[in-house]
């Protein structure tokens, strides 16, 4: 199946229709807007989801899959590993190059004492742009959604992502622009690097499509 046939699948227009409401977000309010209407609506059922759900864009959810796949597909932990560091590359050298003075809503807002913050939750104050735990959830969801192809569970990995960066807002740790963008590149990052490896020659050894497990 072709790229373009793939990415147009149904499972992804999650994504996709997040990308236009997005869009429209960015275009038609202030920075910091959304940040604060999500914080007029806070509750504790939504201070416990979000302040665990945001880890799934940890830096160590690579880590955990990799080991996975070491254990049941070589070429799979491979893929994954290369993924981690084209990612790794792009937001730290736009976070600490290009967009270094980016700072976050804690040092943004002038009253943001006045805010609602979690307790327990350390705010972090710079390199705001882009989400690196945004990019993180995004390149892994699309990676296994291209690995599973099943329309079901892609809505739902997009869905999980989504969430990964509307955790983010909800936390205080980054505006939306910060997680619209991390999204884009998790997206293209996990879609460039599987299709780049699924039509070189690393697809076509046998040796790797096994693991330490399974054999």
Known sequence: MGIKKTM?????????????????VLLLTEKGDFLLWLNEHHNSSLDIFF??????GDGLIFAVFILIFLMTNYYR????????????????????????DSVRPKLFFENFENLYSIPGVDV?????????????????AVILALMMKKNTLTALLMMMAILVGISRVYLLQHFFVDI???????????????????????N?????KKGLVWK
């Open 8 to 24: 147009l699948k149904s499972g992804y227009f999650v994504y996709y229709v997040f990308l236009i409401a997005g869009a429209l």
């Open 51 to 56: 302040k665990y759900w945001t880890h799934l």
């Open 77 to 100: 932990a491979i893929l994954l590993a290369l993924a981690t560091i084209t990612q790794t590359l792009v937001i730290q050298g736009m976070k600490r190059l290009i967009f270094d």
């Open 124 to 140: 972090h104050t710079a390199n705001s742009f882009p989400s690196g735990h945004t990019a993180t959830a995004f390149t892994i």
């Open 180 to 202: 619209y963008f991390g999204s884009l590149i998790g997206f293209l990052n996990g879609a460039i690097v599987f299709f780049v490896l699924e039509s070189s020659r690393w």
């Open 204 to 208: 076509d050894k046998s040796s790797l």
